[in-house]
């Protein structure tokens, strides 16, 4: 079955940086364009940043433009975010998705909690 | 930037009523949206793509319409397991909605 497993979250201070991990497995993921959204304490969804199937197009949220790269290792199954110059409301679960074949997201991790504070 | 509203923010029902929440999108994004469920603690999970196809897995009682700019989520008649906040999606940006809470009364 489907699994994605994000990692990586904690506590870190306003302007330092943070990576996440997804790994995932039990579907190509090669083949997958995958996303990462994030949720904000008692807040709606946000979407964050997309990366195709080969890692050749990648897309971001205007919020996270500049400060945060989206990357992928296929042979690894593993979806990244890499995320700089953290601010404050940068807090928030953050959720890899993958996208199914009509493009919608298909599956979900459970997410990764990121909290920015000094 | 396309913006999708939900509307009501919170709707408050009894176990078997029906549910209808409504998303508006800012321009038209043809039939390209999706709905989802999220509960508290929870991953979102795919109901509805493409406005009106249920995704695997989903009861029959939940049903989307709509095309354009106006779409709805209808749940025929609610589950205990149906109370949580819904959202919806539109897939050209992949924005989604501010979401709508359905609360038991």
């Known amino acids: 079955q489907v699994q994605l497993v994000e990692s990586g979250g904690g506590v870190v201070q306003p302007g330092r940086s943070l990576r996440l991990s997804c790994a995932a497995s039990?579907?190509?993921?090669?083949?997958?364009?995958m996303h990462w959204v994030r949720q904000a304490p008692g807040k709606g969804l946000e979407w964050v940043a997309v990366?195709?199937?080969?890692?050749?197009?990648?897309y971001y949220a205007d919020s996270v433009k500049g400060r945060f790269t989206i990357s992928r290792d296929n042979s690894k199954k593993k979806l990244y975010l890499q995320m700089n110059s953290l601010r404050a409301e940068d807090t928030a679960v953050y959720y890899c998705?993958?996208?199914?074949?009509?493009?919608?997201?298909?599956?979900w991790g459970l997410g990764t909690l990121v909290t920015v504070s000094s | 930037e396309i913006v999708l509203t939900q509307s009501p923010a919170t709707l408050s029902l009894s176990p078997g009523e029906r549910a209808t929440l409504s998303c508006r999108a800012s321009?038209?994004?043809?039939?390209?949206l999706a709905w989802y469920q999220q509960k508290p603690g929870q991953a979102p999970r795919l109901l509805i793509c493409?406005?009106?196809k249920r995704a695997t897995g989903i009861p029959a009682r939940f049903s989307g319409s709509g095309s354009g700019t106006d779409f709805t989520l209808t749940i025929s008649s609610l589950e205990p397991e149906d109370f949580a906040v819904y959202y919806c999606?539109?897939?050209?940006?992949?924005?989604f909605g501010g979401g709508t809470k359905v609360e038991i009364k």
């Open positions: 998705a993958k996208e199914g074949d009509d493009y919608y997201f298909d599956y």
């Open positions: 321009q038209s994004v043809s039939t390209y």
């Open positions: 990366i195709s199937y080969d890692g050749s197009d990648k």
């Open positions: 493409d406005a009106s």
């Open positions: 039990g579907f190509t993921f090669s083949s997958s364009g």
């Open positions: 999606q539109q897939r050209t940006h992949w924005l």
